[in-house]
């Protein structure tokens, strides 16, 4: 943190008479962190009080819903500015609710945003930090790259196309390796007495495989006995 040249004593946030855009200027206030006094920088407040006015605000709003009426929930949102804006803070008291606003303090605000809306995704993380003794960002980011679930590779599917410089494409066969180079000898017989190119006799077996398949053709018993 940037040395204090001067004296800032912050304002108290009143938490209990808080509405949404004051929330958001104090926050925006905190995040700050330089300011120019006489042509000279100092610190303001660090990204940490913000996380901790965030996380003050989410319990204390966690703790209305607990307390009012529905009706007298939905006022107050509504009186304060904060209808539509709950959710997120909520999720924020439900997720964190096994720690202090003190705790979390070295975490940076998208941090917190973050496990809380991927909860379950970071369930494990989430569950570690209650064994830190000090939580920092960095120990937060070690958790999460610990915890990460590798994907799965999922297996490259084959393919005979080829693509040509002018964007088209054409069929290529891969080689075929067999102990009895029984297909290469039958497919070159083939090509020297009927003077065909491979890729026609290619053609005409997979069409003649299809027919097959498709009931159009059948195997004869030649056996007369």
């Known amino acids: ?17 808080i509405t949404k855009s004051e929330f958001e200027q104090h ?11 006489g042509g000279e920088k100092f610190s303001l407040l660090s990204l940490g009080d913000v996380t901790k006015t965030i996380l003050h605000h989410a319990f204390w709003l966690a703790e209305q819903k607990q307390k009012l009426s529905l009706k007298q929930y939905k006022k107050l949102l509504v009186d304060r500015g904060w209808k539509g804006e709950e ?17 979390l303090a070295q975490i940076e605000p998208l941090t917190v945003y973050q496990l809380a809306n991927n909860s379950n995704k970071y369930k494990q993380v989430i569950d570690a930090l209650l064994d830190l003794s000090t939580i920092t960002q960095e120990a937060v980011r ?13 297996p490259e599917k084959p393919s005979i196309w080829r693509r040509t410089k002018n964007g088209g494409r054409y069929c290529q066969i891969p080689a075929i390796h067999e102990e009895d180079e029984r297909t290469g000898v039958t497919l070159q017989r083939m090509m020297d007495t009927e003077g065909l190119s491979a890729q026609q006799i290619v053609a005409e077996a997979i069409a003649l495989r ?16």
């Open 142 to 154: 070690s958790l999460v790259k610990e915890h990460r679930t590798p994907k799965a590779t999922k």
């Open 27 to 37: 926050a925006q206030e905190k995040a700050n962190t330089l300011k120019s006094v």
């Open 87 to 103: 959710k997120r803070y909520l999720k924020i008291a439900a997720v964190f609710g096994d720690f202090s606003p003190h705790d």
């Open 1 to 17: 943190m940037i040395a204090q040249v001067q004296s800032v004593i912050p304002a108290q946030v009143d938490t209990k008479a």
């Open 210 to 225: 299809q027919a097959y398949q498709q009931g159009q053709l059948a195997f004869v018993n030649e056996d007369k006995n």
